[in-house]
Nanobody, 115 residues
Framework: QVQLVESGGGLVQAGGSLRLSCAAS????????MGWYRQAPGKQRELVADISDGDSTNYADSVKGRFTISRDNRKNTVYLQMNSLKPEDTAVYYCTVVAILFNYWGQGTQVTVSS
């Protein structure tokens, strides 16, 4: 069974950095797009970044220049390096793997940025 296990969330002061990791198991995802979404309280879930099998990346305008998505296919893992964090980055961050008919999702990891 496919599972996505996220780690690296926590509390950080504004201007600080965090690195999120998402380790996938149950399948190999070298050919799949992987990504990160986030959802703040009372708001819609939004795409933060994704990365294709060819390492092509997309970023939300709000995180461009601050966040970097990467993947390690040998480890079946996707990462999100978050720098210059702002309080508005506070949200639950979800890892996803894009499949043909649906996405797999992680359980989410909380990121809280204090001012």
């Amino acid at each position: 069974q496919v599972q996505l296990v996220e780690s690296g969330g926590g509390l950080v002061q504004a201007g600080g950095s965090l690195r999120l990791s998402c380790a996938a198991s149950g399948n190999r995802f070298a050919i799949n797009t992987m990504g990160w979404y986030r959802q703040a309280p009372g708001k819609q879930r939004e795409l933060v970044a994704d990365i294709s099998d060819g390492d092509s990346t997309n970023y939300a305008d709000s995180v461009k220049g601050r966040f970097t998505i990467s993947r390690d296919n040998r480890k079946n893992t996707v990462y999100l390096q978050m720098n210059s964090l702002k309080p508005e980055d506070t949200a639950v961050y979800y890892c996803t793997v894009v499949a043909i008919l649906f996405n797999y999702w992680g359980q989410g990891t909380q990121v809280t940025v204090s001012s």
